[in-house]
Each structure stands twice: as structure tokens, then as C-alpha cells.
């Protein structure tokens, strides 16, 4: 159980473009779900905090307008890079902790980004 | 939540045990212990959490002193699998706004 999938695994994108990156709960409702990025040999930094039918809290110093998120559903929450460009090539991931009970976090498999 | 040190890498014989330290020592009542750890290119995986007692699992054991200042995960038979980054991250429990604030981790190379 608690299994969190991501899609795409990998995308390449020339710059300029909009990609969307969907992380889905499979076989759990997941309140919260969570967006992170991992640039090469760092740690992973958390970009913001998405609950189901409310908007995103973004972490200091994340854009907004630029990394987009939506919390449609229990089990699907979205992260679409808009305008990207070649610095926001990175490795994002997302989790999810489920609703009842468990502080634990479940993560994806992540999402390799690189825009041209 | 407390801040948690680890060394930066570690070694270990493959079949032997791992043993990873994590110094927690602000760490309050009610902050458990979570270790996660990354494989190359995945996301993290949960491994266990404990508050005061020591815990085991089928992955590992965590091994938590009595002042609650530091802890100990055990990989009992280390393979080669096991290589990671291995993440100690204090975190109240049972907060829905609390989220795991990753550092640096210990990253641990398992060797043939």
C-alpha cells in the first residue's frame, strides 16, 4: 500500500514551454501532498504545500505564477513549470500523507526536468 | 522542528552491519525520529520513526538513546542495495501542517 506515481518520469522541453507534472495517491486519499526539487548532489527542498479544494502554500523565495499547482482530488495534485527555462532543469518530486492518521509521507518516483 | 547533524558519508562491508548516527539534540517531547532514505534517481523511501523506544521493522532498526539527543539506524545485513542517502528528520507527529525538512544526510556506500 501507499503507493504515490508520477508522470512523466522524464521530459525534455525547449524553453519557453509549459509542462505539467501530475503525482497521483493510487491506493490512498492524500490530503496533503507536497512538491519538492532536488538539483544535482543537494538535498530535496520543498517548493510548496498543496491541500485538496485550497490553494498552495509556496515556500520563500518559489514563484507562484511560475510553478503553478492545482489539488483537484484526494488523490491527484499537479505542478505545471510555465515559461521554463534551462535553470529550472531539475529532478521534482512529489508526496503524499495520507488523510487519516499517519504523519508519514509517501514519495513519487520524481520527475527528471530539462528545458533546452 | 530540531535541527539533526549527520556525517556526510559513511562505508560499509557489504553482509556487515550499517550503523548511522543522527544527533537530534534540541529535539523536543514531541518530535519523533523519521529516517528516510534516496536511491540515485528515486524518491525517498520511509524506513521507520520512533519517539522514545527503540523500534525495528523488516527493514532496519532505530535505536534512540535515553536523553532522546541522538539516534542510531541499524541495517543489520548492509547489501549493495542499500546504497543511499539516509535522511534523520525530527518532526511532530500528528501536525498536518508540519512537513520533513530534508538536510544533508548521510550518503552510504556499500562495498562488495
Known amino acids: 500500500g501507499a503507493v504515490v506515481s508520477q508522470h512523466p518520469s522524464r521530459v525534455i522541453c525547449k524553453s519557453g514551454t509549459s509542462v505539467k507534472i501530475e503525482c497521483r495517491s493510487l491506493?490512498?486519499?492524500?490530503?496533503?501532498m507536497f512538491w519538492y526539487r532536488q538539483f544535482p548532489k543537494q538535498s530535496l527542498m520543498l517548493m510548496a504545500t498543496?491541500?485538496?479544494?485550497?490553494?498552495?502554500?509556496?515556500e520563500q523565495g518559489v514563484e507562484k505564477d511560475k510553478f503553478l499547482i492545482n489539488h483537484a482530488s484526494l488523490t491527484l495534485s499537479t505542478l505545471t513549470v510555465t515559461s521554463a527555462h534551462p535553470e529550472d532543469s531539475s529532478f521534482y518530486i512529489c508526496?503524499?500523507?495520507?488523510?487519516?492518521?499517519?504523519?508519514?509521507?509517501?514519495f513519487g518516483p520524481g520527475t527528471r526536468l530539462t528545458v533546452l | 522542528d530540531a535541527k539533526t547533524t549527520q556525517p556526510p558519508s559513511m562505508d560499509c562491508a557489504e553482509g556487515r552491519a550499517a550503523n548511522l548516527p543522527c544527533n537530534h539534540s534540541?529535539?523536543?517531547?514531541?518530535?519523533?525520529v523519521y529516517w528516510y532514505r534516496q536511491i540515485h534517481s528515486q524518491g525517498p523511501q520511509y524506513i521507520i520513526h520512533g519517539l522514545k523506544n527503540n523500534e525495528t521493522n523488516e527493514m532496519a532498526s532505530l535505536i534512540i538513546t535515553e536523553d532522546r539527543k541522538s539516534s542510531t539506524l541499524i541495517l543489520p545485513h548492509a547489501t549493495l542495495r542499500d546504497t543511499a542517502v539516509y535522511y534523520c528528520?525530527?518532526?511532530?507527529?500528528?501536525?498536518?501542517?508540519?512537513?520533513?525538512?530534508f538536510g544533508g544526510g548521510t550518503r552510504l556506500m556499500v562495498k562488495p
Open positions: 528528520i525530527a518532526l511532530k507527529k500528528n501536525n498536518a501542517g508540519n512537513m520533513l525538512t
Open positions: 534540541t529535539i523536543s517531547g514531541n518530535e519523533y
Open positions: 508526496s503524499a500523507r495520507p488523510h487519516r492518521g499517519h504523519n508519514e509521507q509517501f
Open positions: 491506493d490512498f486519499q492524500a490530503t496533503t
Open positions: 498543496s491541500n485538496e479544494g485550497s490553494k498552495a502554500t509556496y
